[in-house]
């Protein structure tokens, strides 16, 4: 059974950091990506990065926050600096593994001071 777990939120004030971490099981997934979703809002793409390490952002992250992977332990991670207010939301990861994909369960992360 494929799953993907997270780590890492927590409470933070403005301006501060945070590494969430999302350890697959199984094979090596094509994509993995980081989304968020706030209350009453739909959930959004955060950051993605591909097997060869390719990665892309939303414009509201660019700058800020970092996407890497470590194939050997299938696990991808989001560094987060600069925290702001309207980054709070439930944080989930996902991976695309043989044309299906596949989520976690999510992670919260409010950033208040």
């Known amino acids: 059974q494929v799953q993907l777990v997270e780590s890492g939120g927590g409470l933070v004030q403005p301006g501060g950091s945070l590494r969430l971490s999302c350890a697959a099981s199984g094979s090596i997934f094509t994509f993995m990506g980081w989304y968020r979703q706030a209350p009453g809002k739909e959930r959004e793409l955060v950051a993605q990065?591909?097997?060869?390490?390719?990665?892309k952002y939303v414009d509201s992250v660019k700058g800020r926050c970092t996407i890497s992977r470590d194939n050997a332990k299938n696990t991808v991670y989001l560094q987060m600096n600069s925290l702001k207010p309207e980054d709070t939301a439930v944080y989930y990861c996902n991976g695309l593994r043989y044309g299906t994909l596949y989520w976690g369960q999510g992670t919260q992360v409010t950033v208040s001071s």
């Open positions: 990065i591909d097997s060869s390490g390719f990665t």
